[in-house]
């Protein structure tokens, strides 16, 4: 079974501007969470998506937002960039995230660079 | 709310060494306890999980990691590390119902000396 497809692996913008970085779930899993990983603040909770329902959102400005299609794909957008956006994105997927023994996978990451 | 605590950021041992890394989190009940592993550059692969039961989780790679919910803690351990094990270790720990919002400890970097 392929693992989590993040795509892109990497990606450098500039400030103000906008991203979008997806990620491809394992086959079968329905709950997608994204997360941010910075050396100063490590992994933090960004949203979590299950049936294209956003279910839990960590503490982030509104300028990061996602959304789920209905083949469990999601993306992530984060408008008006600013330096500090600069991370490992990182999405992890699961069975349902509800069950008790459920677990998360976690994709490659997507690197962004904001300059 | 809760937290996890790892409180070594880094840690050197020789290869053929054992290794301990530790975690205490602050939960009022229950909690789901994970350890990952990431390798730089890389994602988090799952290394462990403690859910119920026994105490003394078995994972890969000859890792294990038992919870003491006396102390709580739950360290990691391995009894002869090998020089691929250098990585960066995550404790998780998540609600023990309904959906989760896993909250991550800020890691232990693990170097491996021949």
């Known amino acids: 079974k392929a693992g989590v497809t993040q795509t892109p692996r990497y990606l450098i913008k500039t400030r103000g501007q906008q991203v979008t970085l997806s990620c491809s779930p394992i086959?079968?899993?329905?709950?997608v969470s994204w997360y941010q990983q910075t050396p100063g603040q490590g992994l933090q909770f960004l949203f979590e998506?299950?049936?294209?329902?956003?279910?839990n959102k960590g503490n982030f400005p509104g300028r990061f937002s996602g959304r789920q299609f209905s083949n469990s794909r999601s993306e992530m957008n984060v408008s008006t960039l600013e330096l500090g956006d600069s991370a490992l994105y990182l999405c992890?997927?699961?069975?349902?995230?509800?069950?008790?023994?459920?677990?998360?996978?976690f994709g490659p990451g997507t690197r962004l660079t904001v300059l | 709310a809760q937290s996890v605590t790892q409180p070594d950021i880094h840690i050197t041992v020789s290869e053929g060494a054992s290794l301990e890394l530790r975690c205490n989190y602050s939960?009022?009940?229950?909690?789901?306890l994970f350890w990952y592993v990431q390798s730089p550059g890389q994602g988090l692969q799952l290394l462990l999980k403690?859910?119920?039961?026994?105490?003394l989780v078995q994972g890969i790679k000859g890792f294990e990691a038992e919870f003491k919910r006396s102390q709580s803690s739950f360290n990691l351990r391995k009894p002869s590390v090998h020089w691929s094990d250098a990585a960066e270790y995550f404790c998780?720990?998540?609600?023990?119902?309904?959906?989760?919002?896993?909250?991550f400890g800020t890691g232990t970097k693990l170097q491996v000396i021949p």
């Open positions: 992890a997927s699961s069975l349902e995230w509800s069950r008790r023994g459920d677990t998360q996978y």
């Open positions: 086959s079968g899993h329905r709950s």
């Open positions: 998506y299950f049936s294209e329902t956003q279910r």
């Open positions: 939960y009022g009940a229950t909690p789901y």
């Open positions: 403690y859910f119920s039961g026994d105490t």
């Open positions: 998780a720990v998540g609600l023990s119902g309904g959906y989760q919002k896993v909250t």
